[in-house]
Nanobody, 126 residues
Framework: QVQLVDSGGGSVQTGGSLRLSCAAS????????MGWFRQAPGKEREVVAT????????YYADSVKGRFTISQDNAKNTRYLQMANLIPEDTAMYYC???????????????????WGQGAQVTVSS
């Protein structure tokens, strides 16, 4: 059973930066696709970025390309989402998620992911 704990949310002004962390436990050495999703009030959950835990292949939604960076420290079983040049449209609850590998790439829908963190709120004011 994989357990994910999100942390690092907060409130910033437009143009600011935040880093989210996702600490994973409950697995050792197994390959997963780890990702970040976000959900704003009244909107559907959408993928932000994903990373393969073994080869580091990444995927970014068009809306965050060039501003967000997903990375990982496998020794710490932790993934990070560095967010820069934040805009009000980035305001949402951000969720870390884990998917089994295989099948299509990139994995971009909630149904692809089996495990979820509790979420971290990110608020960007203008």
């Amino acid at each position: 059973q994989v357990q994910l704990v999100d942390s690092g949310g907060g409130s910033v002004q437009t143009g600011g930066s935040l880093r989210l962390s996702c600490a994973a436990s409950g697995y050792t050495g197994r390959r997963y696709v780890m990702g970040w999703f976000r959900q704003a009030p009244g909107k559907e959950r959408e993928v932000v970025a994903t990373i393969d835990t073994v080869d580091g292949t990444t995927y970014y939604a068009d809306s965050v390309k060039g501003r967000f960076t997903i990375s990982q420290d496998n020794a710490k079983n932790t993934r990070y989402l560095q967010m820069a040049n934040l805009i009000p449209e980035d305001t949402a609850m951000y969720y870390c998620a884990a998917a089994y590998p295989g099948g299509r790439w990139p994995k971009t829908t909630s149904d692809d992911f089996a495990y979820w963190g509790q979420g971290a709120q990110v608020t960007v004011s203008s």
